[in-house]
């Protein structure tokens, strides 16, 4: 029963970090590559990014470490 136990809180854990950072990552990286991109202002509104971050985060993590270093790099 321990183990159950611990194995879905695991699972929570992780849902809840993909959720939470996948979000914050894919707003902090579609806030810095789309007026790049199009030359426009833009803006990522949070909840969306944070829906979106259920599906995206696996990618979105990584590339916001990557536009990290783009963007402190180019400094």
Do not use: H, R
């Not at 990552?25 to 979106?52: G, S």
């Amino acid at each position: 029963m321990k183990i159950m136990k611990k194995f879905f809180i695991g699972i929570i854990v992780i849902l809840v970090l993909n959720i939470t950072l996948g979000g914050l990552t894919l707003q902090y990286t579609l806030n810095y590559w789309v007026p790049k991109i199009t030359n426009e202002k833009f803006e990522a509104d949070f909840w969306p990014c944070v829906v979106a971050g259920v599906f995206l985060g696996e990618f979105s993590i990584p590339a916001a470490a990557i536009t990290w270093v783009i963007e402190s790099s180019s400094d």
